[in-house]
């Protein structure tokens, strides 16, 4: 018995301050954040990927993170990546994982590429405490080198991040409700709050803005308490008075949060539809070749999967042809994708 009550204990002290960590910096490769990358590295498709688009000998190329300022009681760095290796070709090569400060640099992690494959295609994460780094500004590099880079298929880095413990920080994990509701209708949101932090939490307000004119909707007081690492859904709501497009936004406000850019939940697009019925046509007309960017994810879309896209998000319901009806008198609205022709 005193065997599991130690074990228990053991694994209780473990778990809180892991539950409770706050991921201080992230990159998921969305876009590139301001990474320095050699050649034959680039972010492509949300990944940081080394691969060979140009043979080199004698090589030793990097991509090297931003700076990251640590807080005073960092605890890990969390990378998920795979190592895909062309065995025929290796020799000497090496894969490093190393951390820059103040003119010095530590290898965390180093990687013999003779031994093969690492990790799983779709990210397998490795760890590696990083307390010796509180306090400083440093940056990540990712590093190989050998006598030839033909001994890669690609090193693929899908996402990393840094965590710390905070005694006191609260952050809006999601926001999710309504996208269409009528003027004067009172709509409901359910917000998620999370105590990142390793004491527990009251007396705290969580509030609701619009971007549309940056206006504050909506607060509430939470006296409830939350402890370390525990999630709670609260509900905020609000009536608007006009139609119109916009996004909310909840905030959780907190007396002495140490680290306030978990504070903002990401964008819940919202309409204020009119109260009258209205028909709406999207003819593509394009060619079928995309030449638009989406803002998003970077990657090209033909013309009519940008406007479908943005009628789907807005809530807005219509009507997709390829040939123009010959009646469209019955069309309130008529949307045309013309796409990107050549005449000679």
Not at 14 to 42: I, Y
Not at 100 to 115: A, K, Q, T
Not at 144 to 172: K, M, Q, R
Request: proline content about 4%; glycine content about 6%.
């Amino acid at each position: 018995m005193k065997k599991l009550l130690i074990l228990l204990f053991f694994l209780t002290m473990f778990w809180f301050p892991t539950s409770a960590q706050t991921t201080f910096w992230e990159d998921d490769f969305e876009v590139n954040s301001g990474w320095s990358l050699d050649k034959n590295w680039k972010i492509i498709n949300d990944i940081l990927n080394l691969s060979v688009d140009s043979l080199m000998f004698d090589f030793d190329i990097s991509a090297i993170s931003p700076i990251i300022s640590v807080p005073e009681d960092p605890q890990f760095i969390n990378i998920s990546q795979y190592l895909e290796i062309f065995d025929p070709s290796v020799t000497t090569e090496k894969a490093e994982i190393s951390i820059i400060y103040n003119g010095n640099e530590d290898v965390l992690w180093s990687y013999d590429l003779i031994d093969g494959n690492w990790g799983d295609y779709t990210g397998t994460e490795i760890s590696f405490p990083i307390n010796d780094y509180a306090g400083l500004d440093i940056q990540l590099r990712f590093r190989s080198f050998g006598p030839s880079n033909n001994v890669w298929i690609g090193w693929y880095i899908l996402n990393v991040n840094l965590t710390a413990n905070f005694d006191n920080d609260l952050g809006v994990i999601s926001i999710e409700g309504q996208n269409i509701i009528e003027p004067n209708e009172t709509g409901e949101w359910n917000v998620e709050v999370k105590n990142f932090g390793l004491e527990s939490q009251s007396n705290f307000s969580l509030e609701l803005y619009s971007y549309k004119s940056n206006d504050y909707l909506y607060s509430t007081i939470i006296t409830d308490e939350l402890v370390a690492g525990e999630t709670d859904i609260i509900s905020l709501s609000w009536t608007p008075t006009q139609v119109h497009n916009t996004v909310l936004y909840a905030k959780v406000v907190l007396a002495g949060d140490e680290f306030e850019s978990n504070n903002i939940s990401p964008n819940h697009f919202l309409r204020v539809d009119p109260d009258f019925d209205y028909s709406v046509l999207v003819w593509d007309n394009d060619n079928g070749i995309p030449t638009i960017v989406d803002p998003e994810g970077g990657n090209l879309l033909e013309g009519h999967e940008g406007l479908t896209k943005t009628l789907n998000r807005s809530g807005i319901t219509y009507d997709f042809v390829e040939e123009l009806p010959d009646d469209i008198l019955n069309y309130d609205i008529i949307l045309s994708s013309m796409g990107c022709y050549c005449l000679s």
